[in-house]
Every structure is written in structure tokens, then in C-alpha cells.
């Protein structure tokens, strides 16, 4: 028996979306284009999209930096835009990094190069974020509220 795809229909709406988005658009725009579009078409299929979310890292419950998403979709799949001609090694590495700083378990690379390309990635969720200066453990970020986890933040 085969097992389903972590949150299948999901990612499938968003791989359905960034072909469309590629054969309109074809290869040769800025990643912020691609993006920006991605966005649109996303939230025309009905999703909700947090674009530029700024994500705190702990380490043994002390604030220790952040990192930056694209865009997470119906707060359950980070999306991580590309759009170089060669694919970069730690792309990749980069998705999973996020994928271990967030309680989000799967995320999708899109490649918006020569050939449109896309990579899926799959992690158990096992860090904990808070936001920076909330060192009491009352005010620390609640695991199983995805709003207490990241903060959005309009980029310009």
C-alpha cells in the first residue's frame, strides 16, 4: 500500500500553478517577477499567501537569528522561488533549512530556469521559533499555532 503525499492536493494546486505561471511568462525575469506572479495565480485558486516571512530561530530556547521565506501557502508549505540559469547545490539545502526551522513539513523549489523545474522536500518539523526578546517561557511562541511562529513583513 502506498502511502499519500504529505499534503498532496496542496502541493499539486501549487506545481499546477508555477507551470502556468512559467509557460505564460516563460524564463528570463528577476526572481521578485516570478514571485510576484506565483502570488497571483496562487490566491486566484483560492490560497491564502504570505510573501517575505520572516521566521526566529531558537537554540535551547534562546533567540539565536532568523530566516526568510518566499512565501508559505495556507500556512502549510513553504515555496522557494529560483529563476538562475543553473540551479544552485545548496538551493536545495536552503528549503530544508527552512523546513527544520518552521513546525511546516513539506516545501516545494520552484526553478523558473531554462526549463522549468521544480524539487519537493519533506521534513519532520523539529525546532522551535520565538520571536527575539521573548526569553520568559510564558511569552515563548506556541508550537501548535502557526501565528505565533512567523512574522510577516511587506518588502517593497
Do not use: C, W
Not at 513546525?103 to 522549468?116: D, K, Q, S, T, Y
Not at 522551535?128 to 521573548?134: A, D, Q, T
Request: proline share 5%; hydrophobic share 40%; net charge negative.
Amino acid at each position: 500500500m502506498t502511502r499519500p503525499l504529505v499534503e498532496e492536493a496542496l502541493t499539486g494546486s501549487v506545481i499546477s500553478a508555477f507551470f502556468e505561471v512559467y509557460n505564460y511568462m516563460g524564463y528570463g525575469f528577476l526572481e521578485h517577477l516570478y514571485a510576484n506572479a506565483m502570488e497571483r495565480e496562487l490566491i486566484a485558486r483560492g490560497h491564502a499567501v504570505g510573501r517575505e516571512v520572516k521566521v526566529y530561530v531558537e537554540y535551547k530556547g534562546e533567540y539565536i537569528g532568523t530566516q526568510r521565506l518566499d512565501m508559505i501557502v495556507d500556512e502549510k508549505l513553504i515555496v522557494e522561488n529560483k529563476s538562475t540559469f543553473q540551479l544552485a547545490p545548496h538551493a536545495r539545502r536552503q528549503l530544508y533549512s527552512y523546513l527544520r526551522a518552521t513546525n511546516i513539513e513539506v516545501g516545494l523549489l520552484l526553478h523558473f530556469g531554462p526549463e522549468a523545474k521544480f524539487y519537493r522536500e519533506v521534513a519532520q518539523p523539529r525546532r522551535r521559533i520565538i520571536h527575539p526578546n521573548s526569553f520568559n517561557p510564558a511569552n515563548q511562541a506556541n508550537p501548535a499555532d502557526p501565528n505565533s511562529l512567523v512574522e510577516s513583513e511587506a518588502i517593497d
